[in-house]
């Protein structure tokens, strides 16, 4: 498998950094800040649209993986214990990455088959 096809190639966002309002604000204080609390506003705006598309890309890719191990491993779409698989091997795998999880998903399906 081409484990690379599963990278997603979207950056994640930064968070954007609060104003924060200077200890004994003065007037023109409090003007600087709601200035910059309207600037952070529509920051975050733009940061939580971008962390939506990274997060549809990221489970696009994920069905995409599972749609091309289940082929490659030859395991039906339907098996009633697909959903307990898929678990298991994310569970298991996850952290290392997508190969890991084929390998945990090949070990379970060697068991179940």
Sequence with gaps: MDY???KNTY??????KKPLLPKNPTADD???YSDALDTYVAELTEYRKS???????????????????????EIPFD???????????WEEGHA??????????????????
């Design 4 to 6: 690379e096809k599963y």
């Design 11 to 16: 950056q994640f966002p930064l968070h954007p």
């Design 30 to 32: 409090y003007r600087k």
């Design 51 to 73: 962390v939506a598309i990274c997060r549809r890309e990221d489970s696009r890719l994920d069905g995409l993986f599972w749609d091309d191990a289940f082929k490659e491993l």
């Design 79 to 89: 098996h009633p214990k697909s959903s307990k698989m898929i678990s298991w091997a």
């Design 96 to 113: 290392y990455g997508y190969q890991e999880v084929f390998s945990k998903l090949r070990d379970v399906w060697e068991l179940v088959k």
